[in-house]
């Protein structure tokens, strides 16, 4: 089973707005050491590589953002139901992507992608008029 499922990813109008979502499997993850992982959202755009969008640590006390996105993207977290979620506003063109989930264990580097110990399979995220 996977770690983590994305939700919430479709098309939208520039100047729009998206809500992903991001589920803890209870096959990994129990709600007490959910709260041991810092979450993030990365993404990646056809012919690019994967890249940092937003982290929350595990007591969602300290939040990073791109410089992309700071200021339009709000990451958040709910402990007591496992999730994770991205809210994206004033979205653009290039905010279009594949956007990954991830959990990684308290005391890593949360913009580093290499830091992370499970990841989601992703949802599409298409920003077109």
């Known amino acids: 089973q996977v770690p983590l499922v994305e939700s919430g990813g479709g098309l939208v109008l520039p100047g729009g707005s998206l809500r992903l979502a991001c589920a803890a499997s209870?096959?990994?993850?129990?709600?007490?050491?959910?709260?041991?992982?810092?979450m993030g959202w990365f993404r990646q755009a056809p012919g690019k590589e994967r890249e940092f969008v937003a982290a929350i640590n595990w007591s969602g006390g300290v939040t990073v953002y791109a410089d992309s996105v700071q200021g339009r993207f709000t990451i958040s977290r709910d402990d007591a139901k496992m999730m994770a979620y991205l809210q994206m506003n004033s979205l653009k063109a290039e905010d279009t992507a594949v956007y990954y989930c991830a959990a990684a264990m308290v005391g890593r580097l949360l913009s580093d992608e290499n830091g992370y110990d499970y990841w989601g399979q992703g949802t599409q995220v298409t920003v077109s008029s």
């Open positions: 209870g096959r990994t993850f129990s709600r007490r050491t959910f709260t041991s992982y810092g």
